[in-house]
């Protein structure tokens, strides 16, 4: 019952690629103030800013972002709060949630995998292709989708281990991530029984891990 209570809080917002330019040289994201200084062409009454060039050392254009910011900052406000005694599966809970997110790759609003994301804690690897390269090397289209994807482990975890006594903020959960990422994508995680990952039986899980992959 926890995996639909879960998916029924879940908010997710689809990433529109259609709207920036495809192709461009992106310089990074910019306040109003930034924009201004810089005589960058811009619309009124807005507070953050993509800014772009169709060419290197030509024009530089920007595109006003402020509602994606928006839905960035509503992800990264969401506190995970956990009993400490249901945090010690933590680990697990998150493996879980990554085994499920990549199940969900399939469909439109969860483009990119879990490897993807690890890349970009491998920078130490010549063999990896860019992080950003995976995101048409546009930074805002990197924030909203690893913000999402860290909110989407966040909200698993959360339905998998309330309990209904007093729970506590979990603290640095994104570094806690990267350390289990690697763990993660260094075994064969495409299984369908998740004992094999984390070492717990979790039939309603794998149940309906089985039941997803046939969609």
């Given at each position: ?61 920007s ?35 990554m085994?499920l ?106 149940l ?8």
């Open positions: 019952m926890y995996i639909y209570e879960f998916l029924k809080a879940l908010h997710i917002y689809p990433i529109d690629m259609k709207r920036y330019p495809q192709n461009a040289f992106y310089l990074g994201i910019y306040t109003i103030d930034d924009i201004i200084q810089k005589d960058i062409d811009h619309i009124d009454n807005h507070h953050y800013y993509l800014v772009y060039s169709l060419k290197p050392n030509e024009k530089l254009y595109i006003a972002i402020d509602e994606e910011m928006e839905i960035i900052h509503q992800y990264n406000s969401y506190t995970l709060i956990l009993s400490r005694k249901t945090s010690i599966y933590l680990d697990e809970a998150i493996i879980e949630a085994r997110y990549d199940e969900f790759v399939h469909y439109k609003h969860y483009q990119w995998s879990t490897d993807i994301f690890a890349s970009m804690f491998n920078s130490g690897d010549i063999h990896h292709q860019p992080t950003f390269s995976y995101f048409d090397n546009n930074p805002l289209i990197y924030q909203l989708a690893y913000a999402r994807f860290v909110y989407f482990i966040k909200v698993y975890c959360f339905y998998r281990l309330k309990t209904d006594t007093q729970g506590y903020p979990v603290k640095n959960f994104e570094e806690h991530i990267r350390k289990i990422i690697h763990k993660y994508t260094q075994k064969e995680h495409h299984t369908y029984h998740i004992y094999q990952l984390t070492n717990y039986e979790n039939k309603e899980f794998d309906f891990l089985s039941q997803i992959s046939k969609i």
